[in-house]
C-alpha cells in the first residue's frame, strides 16, 4: 500500500480546514482512551501525522476508530520505556481526533491526528489492555493587550527568519503561520513546526496563559535561528577556506608558468637547488651524500602540498645541519691544561693524569705527521717497497683492519658527589673542546639512543645525533651521565644500542634508524659516568675504560670547600668576602657532625645553610636608604658557632661505647655513596634454637654467617670456650641497621670475631675496625673496595684496620695523610684477627714502616 499520498500536504490541509468545523462542535467527554507518544507533543488546532506501533497502542486506535475517533493523546517524559503505566506520563495533554488510518504490513499504524482540545488526566480507570481514563478540559487564558500583539509580530519575524535558515519546514506551513491572527493558534503551530526538546513542548502547553505561552517561544526560537546562524557561517568558513585553497593553488600554477615564461625560478626549485648547494657543501661522505640527492630528486618532482615533501625536507634538513667536517682544534698545551684541570678540581689526580697522556699522544701525533720518519721499513713482499710506502692506491692490512683510533672512551665510577659531572666540563674547557652533557638515568626506549625509522609520524634522530646537530662539531666532550641507571622493557635495550656508540671499532660508521646514513663518532671523546659498575652490562662494560674516584677523606673535602665551595656559596648568597670566613675548625665540625657522604654534595648544602643564615642577618642590618656594598663586619663561623646555624649534630659516631661490651665487632663495609662502618652485634641465651640471623641479610652473607660460627666452634679449644656451652644456648647474630639490604662475604672476619668475642666474654678492641673473607679452615680471603672501607674506618676514628694479606697492593690507592695517620694488620688466618681484637698490640704485632709509603703497616709476629 502506497503511504505517500495520506501522508500529503493535500491531505494535511484537507485535515486543516475541517478542523474549525470540528473544534465548533468538540466537547469532552468524561472518559477517554490514552494513548502515550514518544518524542513529541500535540497541540490543539494542530494537525500531525503519527506512526503507532506498539500491541498496546495498535488496539486503542482500533477501537477507537470503530468509537468515536476521540482519543487523549499525552506526552513520556522517558521515551524509553516500552509498557509506560499511569506514572510514566504526563497528566497535562490533547483530546484529539483521528482523522485517517492505514495499516501496514508490518502491523504498524500510520494515522493522521487533528488537535481539539487541551485536557487533564485526573483519574485513571484501566490500564489493560491500555491506558484510559477520566479527563477535564482546561481552556488557555488568551489575553488581548499590547504586549501579546508585540510578542506575535515578534514571532512572526523570528520565523520568518528561522525559515530562511531551515529549510525543513514546509512552505504551506509557512503560509498559515503568517496568515494567523489568533495568538493561541499561532503559539501552537509555531511551536509544532520549531525543532525543540519534549520538556520544552510539554512546558508551553501546560502554560495557561498565552502570553507566557508566546514569551517561551522567543526564547526558543531565538536561540534556534542563533544556531542555525552560527552553522552558516561555519559551513560559509568552511566552503571559503576550499575556494581560498583552490585559487591558492591556481595562483602558483600562473606564478609557476608566468615565471617560466620569464626565466626564472619558482619557490620549489629555488629551495631544491638551495639544498642542493648545502649538499654539495656539507662534505657529506659518498655513501650519505648519494642518499641525499636522491631523497632531493624525490622531493623535487612531488608537489609542495603533498604529506611526503615535508618529510623529506625535514630529513635533507638534518643531514646538512650535521657538521661532517667541522671539528673544534685541540688545545694541545699540556701546562696549560694542567692547570685548568688543577684550578676546577683538587686532588683526581689519575683522571688529570689520564687526560693529559690523550692530550700528549694526540700533540705527538701531529708531529710527527708533519714530518717524515727517519726509520727505514724492510720491503716485504706484497706490502711495501723499500721506501717504506705502500703501492699507490692500496691501504696496509693493518690500517684496513684496525684504523687508527682518535676518540676516547672512559668511564668514571665513583660515588655521588665526587665531582664526575663537572670534571667533564673540565675535561672540556682544559682540551679546548665544546662539551655536551646527555641523561640517561631512566631511559627505557632503544629509539632515544638510534633514533626513530623515518616511516613513523613525527620521527626524529637520537640523542646522539641530535647533541652532535645541536653542538656543531664532531669532536666534542660528549658525556653520557648515569650510564648504569639505563632501563630496559618491551621497547628494547639502550644499553645494547650504546654498544655501538661505545665501540672505537664500529663507532666511525655510525648509522640513527633516522639518518639510516653512516656517521663517523670516532673523534668524540666520550665520558660516561655511573655510580656503580655491577648494573652495567659486562659487553658493555668492555668497551669503556674504567677510572676509579673514590671518596675524599676529611684533609681532602676540608681543601675543597676552603678552594671551591665557600667562594662559590658565598657568591650565590649574595655575599662579600669580608662579610663571611669559616674557620678550618668549623668546616671539620661541619663535615665530622653533619655529613656523612663519599663526596662534598652535603657538606656545600651545609655551607650554603650557613651563608643565607648570615646574608639574613646582613640584610635585616641594612638601613632602607642603603645600597648594601659596604660590608657591616665579619662574621667569622667557628667551631662552636656551627651549631648555632645548623642545629644539633645529625651525625656521631659511638665506636668506643657499642664495643665495650663483648659480642660486637666493628666491621667495613663498601656501599655506592662510598663506604661505612658496620657493628657485628651477638648475644647469646639459653635455648636450643640454634643459630638467628637478623638485619635484612643477603644469601652470601648467611652463608658467610653460618662458616664464621662453625669455625669458632671448631676452634672452641683454642680459644678457651666450653664445647659443651654451643650445646646449651641460642646464639643471635644481628647487624644495624635493619632496614638497610646487606650482602657479600667481606664481613666474615668481623662476624667470626664477634662471637668469639661473645663465646669468650671479652670485648673486642674499640679502635680496630676489619674487613676480609674467611673459609672454614680460617684462610682470611682479599675483598674490594679497600680505598673506600678505609676511608670510612677513619671518618668514625678508627686507628687500626685488619685487611687481609692479599689486599696489601690497594694500600697505595690510600691518600698519604690517612696512611699516616693509621695502622694497618695484614693477616691471612682468621686466628691472627682474633690476636689483634683481643691481644696485646705490643707483645703479639710488630710495626714495620714502609720508606715509599711512610705508613704503618703491622704484621703478626
Same mark, same amino acid.
Given at each position: 500500500m502506497d503511504f505517500s499520498n495520506m501522508f500529503s500536504q493535500e491531505a494535511i490541509e484537507e485535515a486543516e480546514k475541517a478542523q474549525h468545523h470540528e473544534?465548533?462542535? &468538540?466537547?469532552?467527554?468524561?472518559?477517554?482512551?490514552?494513548?502515550?507518544?514518544?518524542?513529541?507533543?500535540?497541540?490543539?488546532?494542530?494537525?500531525?501525522?503519527?506512526?503507532?506501533?506498539?500491541?498496546?497502542?495498535?488496539?486503542?486506535? !482500533?477501537?477507537?476508530?470503530?468509537? !468515536?475517533?476521540?482519543?487523549?493523546?499525552?506526552?513520556?517524559?522517558?521515551?524509553?520505556?516500552? !509498557?509506560?503505566?499511569?506514572?510514566?506520563?504526563?497528566?497535562?495533554?490533547?483530546?484529539?481526533?483521528?482523522?485517517?488510518?492505514?495499516?501496514?504490513?508490518?502491523?504498524t499504524l500510520h494515522i493522521i491526528v487533528q488537535g481539539l482540545e487541551r485536557v487533564e488526566i485526573t483519574e485513571f480507570t484501566q490500564t489493560d489492555p491500555y491506558?484510559?481514563? @477520566?479527563?477535564?478540559?482546561?481552556?488557555?487564558?488568551?489575553?488581548?493587550?499590547?504586549?501579546?500583539?508585540?510578542?506575535?509580530?515578534?514571532?512572526?519575524?523570528? =520565523?520568518?527568519?528561522?525559515?530562511?535558515?531551515?529549510?525543513?519546514?514546509?512552505?504551506?506551513?509557512?503560509?498559515?503561520?503568517?496568515?494567523?491572527?489568533?495568538?493561541?493558534?499561532?503559539?501552537?503551530?509555531?511551536?509544532?513546526?520549531?525543532?525543540?526538546?519534549?520538556?520544552?513542548?510539554?512546558?508551553?502547553?501546560?502554560?495557561?496563559?498565552?502570553?507566557?505561552?508566546?514569551?517561551?517561544?522567543?526564547?526558543?526560537?531565538?536561540?534556534?535561528? !542563533?544556531?542555525?546562524?552560527?552553522?552558516?557561517?561555519?559551513?560559509?568558513?568552511?566552503?571559503?577556506?576550499?575556494?581560498?585553497?583552490?585559487?591558492?593553488? =591556481?595562483?602558483?600554477?600562473?606564478?609557476?608558468?608566468?615565471?617560466?615564461?620569464?626565466?626564472?625560478?619558482?619557490?620549489?626549485?629555488?629551495?631544491?637547488?638551495?639544498?642542493? &648547494?648545502?649538499?654539495?657543501?656539507?662534505?657529506?661522505?659518498?655513501?650519505?651524500?648519494?642518499?641525499?640527492?636522491?631523497?632531493?630528486?624525490r622531493m623535487a618532482n612531488l608537489p609542495t602540498a603533498a604529506a611526503e615533501y615535508s618529510v623529506i625536507r625535514t630529513y635533507l634538513t638534518w643531514?646538512?645541519?650535521?657538521?661532517?667536517?667541522?671539528?673544534?682544534?685541540?688545545?694541545?698545551?699540556?701546562?696549560?691544561?694542567?692547570?685548568?684541570?688543577?684550578? *676546577?678540581?683538587? *686532588?683526581?689526580?689519575?683522571? @688529570?693524569?689520564r687526560i693529559i697522556e690523550y692530550l700528549a699522544v694526540r700533540r705527538l701525533r701531529q708531529e710527527r705527521r708533519r714530518r717524515p720518519a727517519k726509520t727505514a721499513f724492510v720491503a716485504a713482499e706484497g706490502t711495501a717497497d723499500g721506501n717504506g710506502e705502500h703501492p699507490e692506491g692500496e691501504e696496509s692490512v693493518e690500517n684496513y683492519l684496525r684504523p687508527e683510533r682518535?676518540?676516547?672512551?672512559?668511564?668514571?665510577?665513583?660515588?655521588?658527589?665526587?665531582?664526575?659531572?663537572?670534571?667533564?666540563?673540565?675535561?672540556?674547557?682544559?682540551?679546548g673542546r665544546k662539551f655536551i652533557r646527555q641523561s640517561l638515568g631512566g631511559v627505557h626506549d632503544e629509539a632515544e639512543i638510534r633514533g626513530h625509522r623515518r616511516t613513523y609520524i613525527g620521527a626524529m634522530p637520537g640523542r646522539i645525533i641530535q647533541a652532535i646537530r645541536r653542538v656543531g662539531s664532531r669532536n666534542p666532550v660528549f658525556m653520557l651521565?648515569?650510564?648504569?641507571?639505563?632501563?630496559?622493557? =618491551?621497547?628494547?635495550?639502550?644499553?645494547?644500542?650504546?654498544?655501538?656508540?661505545? *665501540?672505537?671499532?664500529?663507532?666511525?660508521?655510525?648509522? *640513527?634508524n633516522y639518518l639510516d646514513v653512516p656517521f663517523d663518532l670516532s673523534q668524540v671523546m666520550f665520558i660516561t659516568t655511573a655510580n656503580v659498575l655491577d648494573t652495567i652490562p659486562a659487553p658493555l662494560r668492555d668497551r669503556m675504560e674504567i677510572l676509579q674516584l673514590s671518596g675524599y677523606t676529611e684533609q681532602e673535602k676540608v681543601a675543597i670547600a676552603e678552594g671551591y665551595l665557600v667562594p662559590r656559596q658565598i657568591r650565590e648568597n649574595g655575599l662579600l668576602p669580608e662579610e663571611i670566613s669559616f674557620e678550618r675548625e668549623a668546616l671539620r665540625r661541619i663535615i665530622r657532625d653533619y655529613t656523612r657522604e663519599a663526596g662534598v654534595r652535603e657538606l656545600e648544602r651545609q655551607i650554603g645553610t650557613i651563608c643565607r643564615k648570615v646574608a639574613a642577618q646582613v640584610a635585616a642590618e641594612l638601613a632602607p636608604d642603603q645600597e648594601g656594598t659596604q660590608p657591616q663586619g665579619t662574621t667569622v663561623i667557628t667551631a662552636d658557632t656551627v651549631a648555632d646555624y645548623l642545629g644539633r649534630p645529625i651525625y656521631f659516631y659511638e665506636v668506643a661505647e657499642r664495643t665495650q661490651v663483648p659480642g660486637v665487632a666493628t666491621g667495613l663495609a663498601w656501599t655506592p655513596t662510598g663506604g661505612d662502618i658496620l657493628f657485628i652485634e651477638a648475644t647469646k641465651m639459653r635455648g636450643n634454637k640454634g643459630f638467628i640471623l637478623t638485619g635484612q641479610l643477603g644469601e652470601v652473607m648467611r652463608e658467610s654467617a653460618q662458616a664464621a660460627l662453625s669455625y669458632v666452634r671448631s676452634k672452641a679449644r683454642d680459644l678457651g670456650i666450653d664445647e659443651e656451652e654451643f650445646e646449651k644456648v641460642d646464639i643471635h647474630l644481628h647487624i644495624p641497621a635493619g632496614a638497610i639490604p646487606k650482602d657479600g662475604p667481606s664481613a666474615g672476619v668481623a662476624m667470626a670475631t664477634a662471637l668469639a668475642s661473645l663465646m669468650k666474654g671479652v670485648p673486642v678492641n674499640s679502635k680496630l675496625g676489619m674487613t676480609g673473607e674467611i673459609t672454614l679452615r680460617g684462610q682470611v680471603l682479599p675483598v674490594g673496595g679497600i680505598k673506600e672501607k678505609v676511608l670510612a674506618a677513619h671518618r668514625a676514628g678508627l686507628e687500626i684496620v685488619c685487611l687481609p694479606k692479599c689486599n696489601e697492593k690497594d694500600l697505595d690507592d690510600i691518600p698519604e695523610d690517612v696512611r699516616n695517620r693509621m695502622t694497618f694488620i695484614l693477616v691471612d688466618r682468621v686466628e691472627q684477627v682474633f690476636d689483634a681484637a683481643f691481644g696485646s698490640s705490643e707483645g703479639s704485632i710488630r710495626v714495620k714502616r714502609k720508606k715509599k709509603q711512610q705508613n704503618r703497616v703491622q704484621e703478626p709476629g
Amino acid at each position: 500500500m502506497d503511504f505517500s499520498n495520506m501522508f500529503s500536504q493535500e491531505a494535511i490541509e484537507e485535515a486543516e480546514k475541517a478542523q474549525h468545523h470540528e473544534r465548533e462542535r &468538540a466537547h469532552v467527554p468524561a472518559e477517554l482512551p490514552i494513548l502515550p507518544l514518544r518524542n513529541t507533543v500535540v497541540y490543539p488546532n494542530t494537525v500531525l501525522p503519527l506512526v503507532v506501533q506498539r500491541p498496546r497502542s495498535v488496539r486503542l486506535v !482500533d477501537d477507537a476508530v470503530i468509537a !468515536d475517533r476521540r482519543v487523549a493523546l499525552v506526552g513520556m517524559p522517558n521515551p524509553n520505556i516500552e !509498557d509506560p503505566r499511569p506514572g510514566d506520563v504526563y497528566t497535562i495533554g490533547t483530546m484529539a481526533l483521528i482523522h485517517r488510518l492505514v495499516r501496514a504490513p508490518d502491523d504498524t499504524l500510520h494515522i493522521i491526528v487533528q488537535g481539539l482540545e487541551r485536557v487533564e488526566i485526573t483519574e485513571f480507570t484501566q490500564t489493560d489492555p491500555y491506558l484510559r481514563g @477520566k479527563v477535564e478540559a482546561r481552556p488557555e487564558t488568551v489575553e488581548e493587550s499590547v504586549e501579546v500583539e508585540a510578542l506575535v509580530r515578534h514571532i512572526g519575524a523570528l =520565523f520568518e527568519k528561522l525559515v530562511g535558515l531551515a529549510p525543513y519546514i514546509p512552505d504551506a506551513v509557512v503560509t498559515n503561520v503568517l496568515n494567523t491572527d489568533d495568538p493561541l493558534q499561532l503559539a501552537y503551530m509555531v511551536a509544532t513546526s520549531t525543532r525543540m526538546d519534549v520538556p520544552t513542548r510539554q512546558r508551553i502547553l501546560e502554560l495557561d496563559s498565552v502570553a507566557e505561552k508566546l514569551r517561551t517561544l522567543v526564547g526558543v526560537l531565538t536561540r534556534e535561528v !542563533d544556531v542555525l546562524e552560527l552553522g552558516k557561517k561555519i559551513q560559509k568558513d568552511a566552503q571559503s577556506g576550499i575556494e581560498q585553497v583552490q585559487r591558492e593553488y =591556481f595562483l602558483r600554477e600562473q606564478l609557476k608558468a608566468i615565471r617560466r615564461e620569464l626565466g626564472e625560478e619558482d619557490e620549489q626549485t629555488a629551495e631544491v637547488n638551495e639544498l642542493r &648547494a648545502k649538499i654539495e657543501a656539507a662534505g657529506m661522505p659518498e655513501e650519505a651524500k648519494k642518499e641525499a640527492l636522491r631523497e632531493l630528486d624525490r622531493m623535487a618532482n612531488l608537489p609542495t602540498a603533498a604529506a611526503e615533501y615535508s618529510v623529506i625536507r625535514t630529513y635533507l634538513t638534518w643531514l646538512v645541519e650535521l657538521p661532517w667536517q667541522v671539528v673544534t682544534p685541540d688545545k694541545l698545551d699540556i701546562k696549560e691544561a694542567r692547570r685548568v684541570l688543577d684550578e *676546577d678540581h683538587y *686532588d683526581l689526580e689519575k683522571i @688529570k693524569d689520564r687526560i693529559i697522556e690523550y692530550l700528549a699522544v694526540r700533540r705527538l701525533r701531529q708531529e710527527r705527521r708533519r714530518r717524515p720518519a727517519k726509520t727505514a721499513f724492510v720491503a716485504a713482499e706484497g706490502t711495501a717497497d723499500g721506501n717504506g710506502e705502500h703501492p699507490e692506491g692500496e691501504e696496509s692490512v693493518e690500517n684496513y683492519l684496525r684504523p687508527e683510533r682518535e676518540g676516547a672512551i672512559l668511564c668514571f665510577v665513583g660515588p655521588p658527589g665526587v665531582g664526575k659531572t663537572s670534571l667533564g666540563r673540565s675535561i672540556a674547557r682544559a682540551m679546548g673542546r665544546k662539551f655536551i652533557r646527555q641523561s640517561l638515568g631512566g631511559v627505557h626506549d632503544e629509539a632515544e639512543i638510534r633514533g626513530h625509522r623515518r616511516t613513523y609520524i613525527g620521527a626524529m634522530p637520537g640523542r646522539i645525533i641530535q647533541a652532535i646537530r645541536r653542538v656543531g662539531s664532531r669532536n666534542p666532550v660528549f658525556m653520557l651521565d648515569e650510564v648504569d641507571k639505563i632501563g630496559s622493557d =618491551f621497547r628494547g635495550d639502550p644499553s645494547s644500542a650504546l654498544l655501538e656508540v661505545l *665501540d672505537p671499532e664500529q663507532n666511525r660508521e655510525f648509522r *640513527d634508524n633516522y639518518l639510516d646514513v653512516p656517521f663517523d663518532l670516532s673523534q668524540v671523546m666520550f665520558i660516561t659516568t655511573a655510580n656503580v659498575l655491577d648494573t652495567i652490562p659486562a659487553p658493555l662494560r668492555d668497551r669503556m675504560e674504567i677510572l676509579q674516584l673514590s671518596g675524599y677523606t676529611e684533609q681532602e673535602k676540608v681543601a675543597i670547600a676552603e678552594g671551591y665551595l665557600v667562594p662559590r656559596q658565598i657568591r650565590e648568597n649574595g655575599l662579600l668576602p669580608e662579610e663571611i670566613s669559616f674557620e678550618r675548625e668549623a668546616l671539620r665540625r661541619i663535615i665530622r657532625d653533619y655529613t656523612r657522604e663519599a663526596g662534598v654534595r652535603e657538606l656545600e648544602r651545609q655551607i650554603g645553610t650557613i651563608c643565607r643564615k648570615v646574608a639574613a642577618q646582613v640584610a635585616a642590618e641594612l638601613a632602607p636608604d642603603q645600597e648594601g656594598t659596604q660590608p657591616q663586619g665579619t662574621t667569622v663561623i667557628t667551631a662552636d658557632t656551627v651549631a648555632d646555624y645548623l642545629g644539633r649534630p645529625i651525625y656521631f659516631y659511638e665506636v668506643a661505647e657499642r664495643t665495650q661490651v663483648p659480642g660486637v665487632a666493628t666491621g667495613l663495609a663498601w656501599t655506592p655513596t662510598g663506604g661505612d662502618i658496620l657493628f657485628i652485634e651477638a648475644t647469646k641465651m639459653r635455648g636450643n634454637k640454634g643459630f638467628i640471623l637478623t638485619g635484612q641479610l643477603g644469601e652470601v652473607m648467611r652463608e658467610s654467617a653460618q662458616a664464621a660460627l662453625s669455625y669458632v666452634r671448631s676452634k672452641a679449644r683454642d680459644l678457651g670456650i666450653d664445647e659443651e656451652e654451643f650445646e646449651k644456648v641460642d646464639i643471635h647474630l644481628h647487624i644495624p641497621a635493619g632496614a638497610i639490604p646487606k650482602d657479600g662475604p667481606s664481613a666474615g672476619v668481623a662476624m667470626a670475631t664477634a662471637l668469639a668475642s661473645l663465646m669468650k666474654g671479652v670485648p673486642v678492641n674499640s679502635k680496630l675496625g676489619m674487613t676480609g673473607e674467611i673459609t672454614l679452615r680460617g684462610q682470611v680471603l682479599p675483598v674490594g673496595g679497600i680505598k673506600e672501607k678505609v676511608l670510612a674506618a677513619h671518618r668514625a676514628g678508627l686507628e687500626i684496620v685488619c685487611l687481609p694479606k692479599c689486599n696489601e697492593k690497594d694500600l697505595d690507592d690510600i691518600p698519604e695523610d690517612v696512611r699516616n695517620r693509621m695502622t694497618f694488620i695484614l693477616v691471612d688466618r682468621v686466628e691472627q684477627v682474633f690476636d689483634a681484637a683481643f691481644g696485646s698490640s705490643e707483645g703479639s704485632i710488630r710495626v714495620k714502616r714502609k720508606k715509599k709509603q711512610q705508613n704503618r703497616v703491622q704484621e703478626p709476629g
